[in-house]
Structure formats: structure tokens, C-alpha cells
């Protein structure tokens, strides 16, 4: 109306214009604290660790010396060292490669057959042990791997008590128990870890065309060629954003391995033992680094093999 008074603008108004015509400083204002909390707390206690890495201990008096040397990383090099980098990473393969094998056909069914109900109940289902508290699991399992759980009296009442005492006689894997043993170390991490690999590969294996199956089919190719030719390279991405979970995690456990399998054959145990029981941050520091290198090599070798293309 002609002569009317327009209300005063308050500063919310004022703001919102100011916004409006200066995108830029909004989004500032939105990426300032996550990027001060990833540059700080993430970066800065990375760049802490790599810095402790570069000092040594006095071996006398056990105090660490803070000038920069590479003998602690010399000392990774040792036999015990390389033995104990050896067995994780082999672990973490064995862990990887399983996984993948165990989750791709529930994965597959779940994007190509699931519907409604029956999705719903597939996620209930692969997210339900992530519910519960990861201690609890490991612990379950230490009981039902020993030598009086549930697994020894079922195969002793199916008489397939042979098997679990041939995994147990295996060269290299020599226990008592499998709630002692490498094997079972290994059986828990893909229970653990599994819902880390099936999730990924079901989001992949949706995006792949039904047309390009039916395609398939129509030019004769068998199911074996149309899965190594089609359904496999489409669904590599999840494949490898799997494996980088279940890899990067066995790297870097010590629980399991405390509570399974007994053992400080791992990273994990040998940051923690290191850096509490010994005193020695530097090699603990050390240790902690070589995760992070193997991890950036992997990565780096996925990228040039075009892994992350269709991410």
C-alpha cells in the first residue's frame, strides 16, 4: 500500500541477506569447525604420532630421547619385527579375501531378489550385531571356542571333532584351543567384520543395469562369463570400499588378538604392549605408522587400477 511503514528488519533478517548475497561466507562458517576438528584433533594428533616415530629410547635408562634419528625405524627391521608385520598383514588378507567370498552372495541377493519386507529384514539383519557392544561379541566367542563351548560339543555330537582338531595341528597354527589359536583370532574378525563388507557391495551390485544382464544373456553368454565379464567389474567399487574396512581394520586391532587369540603377533598388540607394559612410545609410534603406509600404498594401487571410478 501506497505511504505504508515497513517494519524495522531485525538482525536475523539482516543476516539472512547478508547470507544471501555472500554464498561464500556461509559456506565458510559451516566447514570452519569440522575442518578445525579434522586439522587439530585428526591431523594433529597423525602429525604427533609421526613425530614421536623420529625419537628414540635410552636404552639404559629407558628415557625417551626427543632427536630426530631413524633407528627405531631400523629396529622394525628386526626379525621379530618383520615377523610380527608379516602375520598381521597376512592376517588381514585372509580376513579381506573371506569376507569378500562369504558376503558377495548375501550381498546379491539382497539388491537383485530382496523387496520390501524381505530388504527391510536384510538390513535388520547385517545391522544387528553392529548394535550390540563389540566386547560382548569377542567375548561370546571366547566361550563358544573353547575347549568346553558350544562349537567342540556340536562337532563332537556330529563326530566332525576332526576337523576343528586338524586346524588345530596345522603347522604354524599348533594350540590347544581354538579360543587360543590364530584360527579362531581369524574366525572372529570375519564375523566381526563382515557387515563392514556386505553393506558396500550391496549398494554396488544395485547400481548394476538389469539391462546390461539381460544383454548379456542375449549374446550367449554363459552365468560364469556374464559374472567375471559384467557383474564383477561393476561391482569392484564395493568390493574394494569393503576392503578397505575389513583391512585397515584387522591392521590396526588388539582386542581380538588380547582376548582370542593370546597372542602379540600383531600391530595391534605390539602398539599396545609397547607403549604400556615396555615404555617405548617411539617403536609403539613406529609400529603405528606401518598400517598407515600399507594402507596408502593399497589405496594408491586401487585408484591406478581404476577401483574408484564408479564410486
Known amino acids: 500500500m501506497k505511504g505504508a511503514i515497513l517494519p524495522a528488519r531485525g538482525w536475523a533478517d539482516k543476516l539472512t541477506a547478508l547470507f544471501w548475497r555472500r ?20 591431523l594433529g594428533s597423525l602429525a604427533a604420532l609421526l613425530l614421536q616415530s623420529f625419537y628414540s629410547i635410552d636404552e639404559f635408562s ?31 588378507g585372509a580376513v579381506t579375501l573371506t569376507s569378500a567370498i562369504l558376503a558377495f552372495p548375501i550381498a ?53 571333532s576332526w576337523i576343528i582338531n586338524g ?3 596345522i603347522p604354524g597354527l599348533e594350540s590347544s584351543s581354538l579360543s587360543t589359536s590364530p584360527a ?14 556386505i553393506l558396500p557391495m550391496q549398494a554396488a551390485l544395485e547400481r548394476v543395469p538389469t539391462s546390461m544382464l539381460e544383454a548379456s544373456s542375449d549374446l ?29 581394520l584387522t591392521l590396526g586391532d588388539y582386542i581380538i588378538p588380547q582376548i582370542i ?34 594402507m596408502l600404498i593399497y589405496l594408491a594401487l586401487a585408484k591406478r587400477a581404476g577401483a574408484f571410478d564408479a564410486l
Open 220 to 248: 550367449g553368454a554363459t552365468s560364469a562369463q556374464t559374472f567375471r565379464t559384467v557383474i564383477l567389474p561393476l561391482a569392484m567399487p564395493g568390493v574394494i570400499a569393503g576392503s578397505i574396512f575389513t583391512f585397515s
Open 261 to 294: 587369540g593370546n597372542s602379540a603377533n600383531s600391530i595391534g598388540m605390539a602398539v599396545y604392549q609397547l607403549q604400556g607394559t615396555a615404555g617405548n612410545i617411539p617403536l609403539a609410534a613406529a609400529f603405528a605408522v606401518v598400517p598407515i603406509l600399507i
Open 62 to 92: 629407558g628415557v625417551v630421547k626427543e632427536e630426530f634419528t631413524l633407528k627405531t625405524y631400523a629396529e622394525l627391521f628386526r626379525a621379530q619385527n618383520l615377523d610380527i608385520i608379516r602375520r598381521t598383514v597376512l592376517m588381514a
Open 23 to 42: 554464498p561464500g561466507l556461509l559456506l565458510l562458517l559451516l566447514i570452519t569447525p569440522p575442518l578445525l576438528w579434522l586439522g587439530v584433533v585428526y
Open 108 to 160: 546379491y541377493f539382497a539388491a537383485r531378489y530382496a523387496k520390501g519386507a524381505w530388504k527391510a529384514a536384510f538390513y535388520l539383519g547385517i545391522m544387528l550385531p553392529l548394535w550390540s557392544s563389540y566386547l560382548v561379541k569377542v567375548y561370546a566367542w571366547k566361550l563358544i571356542l573353547a575347549k568346553e563351548g558350544i562349537l567342540t560339543w556340536a562337532a563332537e555330537g556330529t563326530h566332525t
Open 167 to 169: 586346524i588345530l595341528s
Open 184 to 197: 579362531g583370532t581369524f574366525m572372529v574378525f570375519v564375523y566381526v567384520w563382515l557387515p563392514y563388507m
